[in-house]
C-alpha cells in the first residue's frame, strides 16, 4: 500500500519551461489537492478536485492547470514556469471532502525555477 | 478569509521540558487537525478534534479544542529529541470544506 506518490522528487526548471508533477493514490480516495509550502507562508492550496472530472481553483491557482481523468491520478501542470513558483509541492489525498479522518500526504517535489 | 495564527513560531528547549503549541482563530472550524512534519517529507496527521472541549492524548501529546471551537493547542510533556520538527493545525473551512493550514510551529528538542 503505496498511499500518495510524488513525482519526480527534485526538478530544476529554466523560465518559461513547462512541466508536469506527478501525484498518484491507491487508496481509493475520492478527494484530491495540491498545496505549495513556502517559508513564512504555510501550505497553500493550489487546485483541489472531489472526484474524477471534478477539479476547482484553490487560494493560488494561477500559472497552474490540473485534470482529474482517474480516481487515482492528479496531475498538477505548470504552463511557463516563473522564479515565484520556486517551492515545495505536495500532493494530499482524503477519503471524502470534509473529512475528519485527515489527509494523506505525498512526500513533496522541491521545483527550483532559474 | 479563514485564517489560523499559530503560536510560536519556533521553539527551541531542552529535553525534558514541557511546551505549548497554540493554534488561534476568529473563525468556527468543524474540526481542527494537527499535523508534524520532518525535512523532507509531507506532513503526517497527529490527531483530528471535532468537539468543542474535547481533550485527546496520544502519548505525550495533549490535544485540545477551544469551547467555541475557534481555537486547538497542543501540550507535550517531557519533550524529547524525536519530538522535534514543524508542528501544524489545520482546520476543515473553505466554502468547500477544504483543509486551511496555519503556518506551523518549528520545534527543535535539544539533548
Known amino acids: 500500500n503505496a498511499g500518495v506518490t510524488q513525482t519526480p522528487k527534485f526538478q530544476v526548471l529554466k523560465t518559461g519551461q513547462s512541466m508536469t508533477l506527478q501525484c498518484a493514490q491507491d487508496?481509493?480516495?475520492?478527494?484530491m489537492s495540491w498545496y505549495r509550502q513556502d517559508p513564512g507562508m504555510g501550505l497553500r492550496l493550489i487546485h483541489y478536485s472531489v472526484g474524477a472530472g471534478i477539479t476547482d481553483q484553490g487560494e493560488v491557482p494561477n500559472g497552474y492547470n490540473v485534470s482529474r481523468s482517474t480516481t487515482e491520478d492528479f496531475p498538477l501542470r505548470l504552463l511557463s514556469a516563473a522564479p515565484s513558483q520556486t517551492s515545495v509541492y505536495f500532493c494530499?489525498?482524503?477519503?471524502?471532502?470534509?473529512?475528519?479522518?485527515?489527509?494523506?500526504f505525498g512526500s513533496g517535489t522541491r521545483l527550483t525555477v532559474v | 478569509t479563514q485564517l489560523l495564527e499559530q503560536s510560536p513560531q519556533f521553539l527551541s528547549i531542552q529535553e525534558g521540558e514541557n511546551l505549548t503549541v497554540y493554534c488561534n482563530s476568529s473563525?468556527?472550524?468543524?474540526?481542527l487537525q494537527w499535523y508534524r512534519q520532518e525535512p523532507g517529507e509531507g506532513p503526517v496527521l497527529l490527531v483530528t478534534v471535532v468537539t468543542g472541549g474535547e481533550v485527546k492524548k496520544l502519548k505525550r501529546l495533549t490535544f485540545q479544542f477551544g469551547d467555541a471551537r475557534k481555537d486547538s493547542s497542543l501540550h507535550i510533556t517531557a519533550a524529547q529529541p524525536g519530538d522535534t520538527g514543524l508542528y501544524l493545525c489545520a482546520g476543515l473551512g473553505g466554502s468547500q470544506g477544504n483543509l486551511i493550514f496555519g503556518k506551523g510551529t518549528k520545534l527543535s528538542v535539544k539533548p
Open positions: 487508496m481509493n480516495h475520492e478527494y
Open positions: 494530499a489525498s482524503s477519503l471524502i471532502v470534509n473529512s475528519n479522518y485527515g489527509y494523506t
Open positions: 473563525s468556527v472550524f468543524s474540526s
